[in-house]
C-alpha cells in the first residue's frame, strides 16, 4: 500500500512544505504526468516536421515523374532510366519516412491514454521499445530528428524505470516485445496505405511508338 501511495505522490506531484519548494528552485522535480505531457508534445512536433519533409518530397517526386514521362515520350531510354532511378531512390526515404510518421502518431496516442490512465508500468515499456526502433529507422536521414527521438526515448524510459520502482516491478519485465511489433507493424499497414495515395506508380512504358509511349504515361499518371 506505501509503495502505492508512492506512486501516486510521484505520479500527481508530491505535496511540498515550503523548504521544499525553496529547494525547487534550484531542482525542479518534475512528476510522471508531466514527462508525459512534455514527451507527447515533442513527438507531436516531430510528427507534424516530418509531414512538411514528406511534402517537399512528394514535390520533387512529382518533377521527377514528369520528367522521366517527358523521357519515354522522347524516345531517350538513358534520361528516363536516371530519372527513374532518383524517383526510386527518394521513395525509398518517403517510405521510411511515412512508417516512422505513423509509428509516432500511435505513440502520440497510446502515451495520451497512458497519461489518462495513469498504467504506466503496464503499457508504456512497448512505447519506448517503438520510439528506439523509430530512432533507429530516422537518424541517418534526418539526425535531428533522432537526436529529438533519443532525448524522448530517455524521458519514457526514466519515468518507466520510475513508476516501476515505486510499485516494485522490474524494469526488464516492464518491456513488452510482441505488442511492439504489433504497433510497428499496424504502423506499417498504414504508411503502405499512404505511400500508394502520395506517389503514383511508374509509367512502364515500353520504348515504342510516341503515340503508344504518351498513351501508357497517360493511363498510369
Same mark, same amino acid.
Given at each position: 500500500?506505501?509503495?502505492?501511495?508512492?506512486?501516486?505522490?510521484?505520479? !500527481?506531484?508530491?505535496?511540498?512544505?515550503?523548504?521544499?519548494?525553496?529547494?525547487?528552485?534550484?531542482?525542479?522535480?518534475?512528476?510522471?504526468?508531466?514527462?508525459?505531457?512534455?514527451?507527447?508534445? /515533442?513527438?507531436?512536433?516531430?510528427? /507534424?516536421?516530418?509531414?512538411?519533409?514528406?511534402? &517537399?518530397?512528394?514535390?520533387?517526386? !512529382?518533377?521527377?515523374?514528369?520528367?522521366?514521362?517527358?523521357?519515354?515520350?522522347?524516345?531517350?531510354?538513358?534520361?528516363?532510366?536516371?530519372? $527513374?532511378?532518383?524517383?526510386?531512390?527518394?521513395?525509398?526515404? $518517403?517510405?521510411?519516412?511515412?512508417?516512422?510518421?505513423?509509428?509516432?502518431?500511435?505513440?502520440?496516442? &497510446?502515451?495520451?491514454?497512458?497519461?489518462?490512465?495513469?498504467?504506466?508500468?503496464?503499457?508504456?515499456?512497448?512505447?519506448?521499445?517503438?520510439?528506439?526502433?523509430?530512432?533507429?529507422?530516422?537518424?541517418?536521414? +534526418?539526425?535531428?530528428?533522432?537526436?529529438?527521438?533519443?532525448?524522448?526515448?530517455?524521458?519514457?524510459?526514466?519515468?518507466?524505470?520510475?513508476?516501476?520502482?515505486?510499485?516494485?516491478?522490474?524494469?526488464?519485465?516492464?518491456?513488452?516485445?510482441?505488442?511492439? &511489433?504489433?504497433?510497428?507493424?499496424? $504502423? !506499417?499497414?498504414?504508411?503502405?496505405?499512404?505511400?500508394?495515395?502520395?506517389?503514383? $506508380? +511508374?509509367?512502364?512504358?515500353?520504348?515504342?511508338?510516341?503515340?503508344?509511349? !504518351?498513351?501508357?504515361?497517360?493511363?498510369?499518371?
Amino acid at each position: 500500500m506505501s509503495s502505492f501511495k508512492e506512486f501516486e505522490k510521484s505520479w !500527481k506531484g508530491k505535496d511540498k512544505t515550503i523548504g521544499d519548494q525553496l529547494k525547487g528552485v534550484f531542482h525542479r522535480e518534475k512528476p510522471l504526468r508531466f514527462r508525459l505531457a512534455m514527451a507527447q508534445y /515533442k513527438i507531436n512536433s516531430m510528427t /507534424k516536421r516530418l509531414e512538411v519533409y514528406l511534402e &517537399r518530397l512528394k514535390a520533387r517526386d !512529382k518533377e521527377l515523374f514528369e520528367r522521366v514521362v517527358d523521357a519515354l515520350l522522347s524516345k531517350d531510354q538513358t534520361r528516363a532510366v536516371m530519372y $527513374a532511378n532518383e524517383v526510386a531512390e527518394l521513395r525509398k526515404v $518517403a517510405k521510411n519516412l511515412f512508417l516512422v510518421q505513423v509509428a509516432l502518431e500511435q505513440v502520440a496516442l &497510446r502515451v495520451e491514454s497512458i497519461r489518462e490512465i495513469g498504467e504506466v508500468a503496464a503499457y508504456l515499456g512497448p512505447v519506448v521499445s517503438v520510439v528506439k526502433d523509430v530512432r533507429e529507422a530516422i537518424k541517418s536521414v +534526418l539526425p535531428e530528428i533522432g537526436i529529438e527521438l533519443g532525448e524522448v526515448q530517455e524521458m519514457l524510459q526514466e519515468t518507466l524505470m520510475e513508476a516501476g520502482e515505486m510499485i516494485g516491478v522490474g524494469s526488464t519485465s516492464m518491456y513488452s516485445s510482441p505488442e511492439a &511489433r504489433k504497433i510497428l507493424e499496424e $504502423a !506499417k499497414v498504414v504508411a503502405e496505405q499512404r505511400m500508394k495515395e502520395a506517389f503514383p $506508380a +511508374l509509367p512502364a512504358v515500353p520504348l515504342g511508338t510516341q503515340e503508344s509511349s !504518351k498513351a501508357t504515361a497517360e493511363n498510369q499518371a
